[in-house]
């Protein structure tokens, strides 16, 4: 029987040609485009009198953008969900007294010509600072703002339903091939009704089977290698539908990272452990007792996103989530109880240890705060940034601050927290974890410190930008809060924090003899080391290092306007005399520090230490473009130059504008290598009598 493919318009003789022909580039490439017209709409011609920016954000309310392009009489948009577009495509659609005529957005016949595009909506971008801060400009009150900025950043119930839900929905069906009894379930950000747009969906699937811990179990038994195996061989196999496939098997909760290409969802899928979802019930209920409580999370979970507080190694936004609880559920704020008022008065269920339910029909004394919510985060603010984190347990289960020493001795703990002790008993290693910076258990599993992996500087910033915090909101009170967000948005602590610079210190005092070239004069002349001899070859061969090593364009920064005139490719001695510091400006875009075993070099033994470095860190780019390319970053930093006695030099270096994770990874290779560069050449300057 003949088989026909309604896309690309093809008959085939039998279901194999069929298959073969679905799997094929130009038939995924075909339907790729189906897929982006489908969830694209057009509008033309555009309303007069209406900017482009308020046309963006009156669309934003039926779903994610994920791109648009405006074009001379018309705009372009594409959602990330085929939902929105049919929504806009069969209902009259008015904008301030106008109908917009919207039409669905057909295949480009012929060759298309490049078009410039708009900047992307897509991942973070939609949420990111720039795109919103028009929002916080005029004369809006702090309720108006806030307002927008909901509407801007948050997750609809139209898109949790249309993008996030039907990926659970789509996987059911999916996986039923192996799991017959499997049932898939949301949680997170996107059951709590805490998300932002854009934002991963955290999966947990139920197989319906028992799954055995052991690697060694019998073939007919579900282990977590097994069940890995089986899911990766049909995402493998459905790459119109899961992409980006990344399985992280040896992780405390195994999971499995991909895009649902369909709605074009970044997902993390779990086996283990569905602990998650009752933990997201219990923070949808909270939010549920006061109106309060979401746009005051939502601008929290904001605030620590945009200010990296609660970026990759640093809070997590469930434990920031645990700690807006703990604060709320305090004798002076009282708006929410404690977790152990809520399951006083239920049958407790019991799930891998720990009691997981809560009683929500349960009778609450009415709410006396009637504090705004700029008042309340003023309070958050306040509260943490005068709290004293040492030896100190954030408990959310009671609402209590703990001590160090009651974990120690887990029988000065109160009665609430009995399973834990029952636990503690029965297996020593779940004890809570104490000795860290920063202690908040987890309401639900009693023995997890919910911030275990927070070190000391990341605590130290979140505190800082507490008390930033709060006295923004103090300032901003004598206008109503108008000018809140965009203060507590855009002030930012100190560059020369701890966090964003390190000092390097080289002795330079083992060097009794160094070759001493005058720039200008160019004379050569073997002289005791001298201050006047060494820091200007010092200077040079540091700047050397990091032109030709780190990959970085270097310029001077001086006061003075003679030397702002010359080129930076030399440092003349009258300047490095002159100054006891030297400040260079550097930039770059090469991650040098990354993939510098080359194997295929062979170094010539005759050259200095800062010539092999500069060869591997060029044969490095070289072959990594070949290959793949090499990672982009942006490196924005200045270095401080300082000539101290004793025959020594400081280097401080300073981030300006880097990723915080940039700049860390590049303070670990500058600690390794600029001493032992810079040593190791001037001995080499000194042994050869080069420059």
Known sequence: MSKHCDICSMHFQDEYALQGHLAGKKHLKKFEQVEINERSIVVSPLPKFIPSRGLIDYFQQYGTIKWYQFGPSYLIIEFCDRSSAEVL????????N???KIKKRRPFKGKPKPMKQNTPIENNGVINYDNIKHLFEGEATFDNQLTMFLNAVQLTDFEIETRYETVCTHLDKIFKVIFPKCKTYKFGSTQTGLGFKECD????????EPICESESASPDVWTMQKIFKEVKKIMYGMNCAFSDIIAIPKAKTPIIKFCYVRTNVSCDISFKNSLGIYKSNLIKYYISLDDRLRPLMMLIKYWAKHLKISCSGKISNYALILLIIFYLQQPSVNIIPPLMELQKTCQPQILNGWQMNFDENIALPPVLNENSIPELLHGFFFFYATFDFKSKVICPIDGTIHTESEFIDIENLPSCMDRYKACVKENENLKFTTNRPMCVQDPIELSHNVTMGIHFPTLSIFVKYCAVGAEICTATSKNDYRDLMKTLLTTTLNKNSPENKFRISIPLNHLQHIKSKSIDTCTDET????????YPIVCNVIKDIFEKVFKVQVELLTDDVEAKQQKVDILSDVHTEKYQTIKFHCVGSHCVWRNRKINSVVLNPSLSCLQKEALISEQAIEDSNKHKPLDKVHLDFISVIEKKDHAKVSVIVINQNCDDRVFREFKRFVLKKLSEITTRTLM???????F
């Open 89 to 96: 495509l069969n209902k009259p659609i008015w904008i301030n």
């Open 98 to 100: 106008v109908k917009l």
């Open 201 to 208: 969906l955290d999966i947990y699937m139920d197989i319906g």
């Open 527 to 534: 002289t005791k080391l001298t201050e006047g001899s060494w």
């Open 684 to 690: 080499y300057i000194q042994q050869f009598n080069k």
